[in-house]
C-alpha cells in the first residue's frame, strides 16, 4: 500500500469525519487495510483517491501537504515518532487529532 507520509498520522486518528460520506467511505476502508507493509510516497495517495481537493492526482493544498510530508520524513529518519502537534497543527480537522496519541 502506498501511503503519503503525512497520512501515518490521519489514518489512525479517522473517525469516521471528513470532507464527504464517499471520503470517509474510502477513508474508512485504507484504514481497515492498512499495516506496516507500506511504502511512503510524496504525491496523492489511496487516501487521496475520494478527497475532494485532489485534483486530476495533485492536492490543491499540495504546498501545504508537502511540508506534512517533509516534516514526518524528517522526524521518522531521525528515529521520532511524528504527532500532529508538530507536523500538522493548521489542518483543519487538528481539532480531533490533537488528543488522540
Known amino acids: 500500500m502506498e501511503i503519503r507520509y503525512h497520512h501515518i498520522l490521519c489514518l489512525p486518528r479517522f473517525q469516521g469525519k471528513g470532507y464527504s460520506a464517499d471520503f470517509c467511505k474510502n477513508m474508512a476502508n485504507v484504514k481497515k487495510r492498512y499495516n506496516n507493509e507500506k511504502s511512503f510516497v510524496e504525491r496523492c495517495d489511496e487516501v487521496c483517491a475520494h478527497c475532494p481537493n485532489n485534483k486530476n492526482g495533485k492536492c490543491e493544498e499540495e504546498e501545504k501537504v508537502k511540508s506534512y510530508d517533509k516534516k514526518v520524513k ?5 528515529g521520532k515518532k ?3 502537534k508538530e507536523v500538522c497543527s493548521d489542518c483543519k480537522w487538528y ?3 490533537k488528543n488522540i496519541e
Open 74 to 78: 524528517e522526524l521518522i529518519s531521525l
Open 82 to 84: 511524528p504527532t500532529p
Open 95 to 97: 481539532y480531533i487529532c
